[in-house]
């Protein structure tokens, strides 16, 4: 491997014509540039340079050596004001959700990066413990949550909270808990969490329910189409807000406010300890407006 210091000096030396000069510029002493070019011819196993009253003159390996490096030093030279750059809108973002929050943000996101085309949005929907983990292992940048997190590693703070929602088959006015036991439970993969948060609060019924559960209906882990039976007749679920406003076929289901309204809050978590890309902190900050603005959530 070439010693970029005595590269450096080599080229330079080269570049100005004598000894004196490159010392000078090199802020080194006259021996202190003869040295470096010894010890590269040295480890090169090679002469580089022919030494007379009239100057210097390269030999074949040193105009070769002289021309590739002077492209290394460039490229290190540019290596050394990329990294020290921050920009605020390029690279890629890792960021993690469940996905009724992801739902909105998305789109908002891919505004984003249509406006900023070298930035790229890296969205994965998950549920909270692989959120978490994946924080925890520095996979992702960013990671939004509906559990605050324990592990002292991971930072975290509240940004907003969004209501749980009973959601039924259109027809259903008022629901009964004899009504959600003949419709059935739609389930998904946080729907037994959500459930016992909002029916819990709501239905007394509920608690005894838990020995007897109610009876299964349908599941979907595809955040999409966890409403789709739900539309057909086929059950109950409960959802996040959001989850229940993104999906399209409104006219066919009934979300319902509750006596006893119950909410989640959601957390904006990091790696504890490690300092952000400035397009993360952009983007962290996107969220959060995008969070405080959106329809069922406030702040």
């Keep these: 491997m070439v010693n970029p210091v005595w590269l450096k000096t080599f080229c330079t030396l080269v570049d100005v014509g004598s000894f004196t000069k490159a010392a000078d510029k090199c802020f080194m002493t006259q021996s202190g540039v ?19 009253k009239k100057g210097i003159v390269t030999t074949e390996a040193g105009e070769q050596l002289y021309r590739q490096g002077k492209d290394v030093l460039q490229t290190l030279d540019n290596l050394a004001v990329n990294i020290s750059q921050d920009p605020g809108y390029e690279g890629e973002v890792r960021l993690m959700s469940p996905g009724s929050v992801g739902l909105r943000l998305y789109p908002h996101l891919l505004d984003l990066q249509v406006t900023y085309p070298t930035l790229t ?13 994946a924080i925890l292992n520095n996979t992702i940048d960013i990671g939004l949550t509906t559990a605050c997190p324990v592990n002292p590693n991971i930072q975290s703070e509240p ?30 993969p946080d729907a037994r969490h959500h459930a016992e948060l909002l ?13 007897r559960p109610i009876k299964q209906s349908g599941f979907s882990n595809q955040i999409g189409l966890i409403l789709l ?9 409960v959802l996040p807000a959001n989850a229940v406003a993104a999906f399209a076929q409104q006219a066919a289901i009934k979300a319902h406010h509750l006596p006893t309204p119950v909410s989640e809050t959601l957390y904006l978590s990091s790696l504890a300890g490690r300092v952000l890309p400035q397009r993360a902190i952009n983007i962290s900050n996107v969220i959060k407006e995008q969070v405080s603005d959106s329809i069922g959530m406030h702040t």
């Design 159 to 188: 940004i907003g909270e969004e209501p749980l929602l009973l959601v039924t088959p259109r027809h259903v006015k008022s629901p009964t808990w004899e009504t959600l036991c003949q419709l059935g439970f739609i389930d998904h």
């Design 229 to 237: 039976p739900v539309a057909r007749g086929l059950g109950f679920t």
């Design 199 to 211: 029916l819990g609060a709501n239905f007394e019924q509920y608690q005894t329910a838990q020995l």
């Design 121 to 133: 949005i890296n969205y994965r929907f998950a549920p909270n413990g692989d959120i978490h983990n």
């Design 34 to 52: 003869s040295q470096h070019v010894r010890k590269l011819e040295d480890a090169l196993s090679t002469t580089l340079l022919i030494r007379s």
